[in-house]
């Protein structure tokens, strides 16, 4: 497993922007799919994007398609999530995840390394 950890979250007024950064350690980070899910209060850990290892694949849902952006920099081991036009229902804490199986997976099970999250919140 790699050791993964997320920064830039923060405070963000709706219709504002957001960076997200995720630096992982502990392993060969170009061997690693990487994403990133988040978890609203009250709810369950839902997936939010996803890119393969080499950056050529990526997968969005629908509700982030135009507003969220992935990227990777294999050279810096680290991933990036792009966050623009914030509503206030993107309030969640935001997690990193990796896995070495090269499928990205809109499963929380299908991923085997995890950050401790960080929190976002848009306000209205």
């Known amino acids: 497993q790699v050791h993964l950890v997320e920064s830039g979250g923060g405070l963000v007024q709706s219709g504002g922007s957001l960076r997200l950064s995720c630096a992982a350690s502990?392993?060969?980070?170009?061997?690693?799919?990487m994403g990133w899910f988040r978890q609203a209060p009250g709810k369950e850990r839902e997936f939010v994007v996803a890119i393969n290892r080499n950056g050529d694949r990526t997968y969005y849902p629908d509700s982030e398609k135009g507003r969220f952006t992935i990227s990777r920099d294999n050279a810096k081991s680290t991933v990036y999530l792009q966050m623009n036009n914030l509503k206030p229902e993107d309030t969640a804490v935001y997690y990193c995840?990796?896995?070495?199986?090269?499928?990205?997976?809109?499963?929380?099970?299908?991923?085997?390394?995890w950050g401790q999250g960080t929190q976002v919140t848009v306000s209205s």
């Open positions: 502990g392993g060969t980070f170009s061997g690693y799919a």
């Open positions: 995840v990796a896995d070495d199986k090269d499928i990205i997976g809109t499963l929380p099970d299908m991923w085997g390394s």
